[in-house]
């Protein structure tokens, strides 16, 4: 039950190709942004869509799948957990970024195939 508290699952389109870093050890990151999408209906009848951005990270081994099988706007199911992380920029500002660290990942298709 200790892996329910901090767990998210997503599907989404990423909106751009995924940026790669390789670090000295050899280690690799993939860094993007899925878009996720939910359709109601609001007061008046009319279909809304709400689309939401979120950031996702993925490490070593999965990075590297992600490297050579994912471009813009490719539909992806990730699961992993929220992480926060604070910094600071260059103008002394303390600020918050929320993403998504995924453990897996499933590639569901291109946009529009």
Do not use: C
């Amino acid at each position: 039950m200790n892996n329910l508290r901090n767990k998210v699952q997503l599907i989404g389109n990423l909106g751009q190709a995924p940026e790669i870093l390789k670090f000295e050890n050899g280690n690799k990151m993939a860094r993007f942004s899925i878009a996720t999408n939910e359709s109601y209906k609001n007061a008046k009848g009319e279909r809304v869509t709400d689309t939401q951005w979120h950031n996702v990270t993925v490490w070593g081994k999965q990075a590297e799948t992600i490297e050579k099988f994912v471009t813009k706007g490719t539909e992806i199911a990730v699961e992993g957990k929220l992480v926060t992380r604070t910094y600071e920029t260059k103008e002394g500002e303390k600020r918050w970024k929320t993403e998504i660290v995924a453990h897996e990942f499933l590639l569901i298709g291109k946009k529009g195939a």
